[in-house]
Each structure stands twice: as structure tokens, then as C-alpha cells.
């Protein structure tokens, strides 16, 4: 006589393992982790405040009122 299953629990353990996999390709389709994606804008924000240090006047920003 073969062994009980229990259907239900067949059914979850297959429908985690689709999400696994598709969990799987989503990141891998993505490509990087949340931590590298703030190392780099970390360091793309300090390279900026670098840059920003080293102008001879500050930087400005034109103004919307129309006047030319």
C-alpha cells in the first residue's frame, strides 16, 4: 500500500517553489542588490559635494519669472 499524501501541502510546496523561481529571475533580471545601489548613489553623492567644493562661485539656479 503507498504512503498518504496530503494534496494540499503537494499544491503549497509547488506553488513556492514557482514563486521561488520566478523570484529567481526577478532578481536576477534586476542585477543588483539594494545595498549596491546605495553604495553607488553614496558615492556618486559624495564625488558631487567634491565637485561642487572646488567651484569658484556657487552654482545658480535661473529663476522662472520671465524676466530676461
Not at 28 to 48: F, I, M, W, Y
Request: no cysteine; aromatic share 0%; net charge positive.
Amino acid at each position: 500500500m503507498g504512503d498518504i499524501i496530503n494534496l494540499r501541502r503537494i499544491r503549497k510546496e509547488k506553488a513556492r517553489a514557482s514563486a521561488s523561481k520566478e523570484a529567481a529571475a526577478n532578481r536576477a533580471k534586476s542585477g543588483r542588490t539594494r545595498a549596491e545601489r546605495d553604495t553607488t548613489n553614496q558615492a556618486r553623492a559624495l564625488e558631487e559635494k567634491r565637485l561642487e567644493a572646488h567651484r569658484r562661485e556657487p552654482a545658480t539656479v535661473p529663476s522662472d519669472d520671465g524676466a530676461e
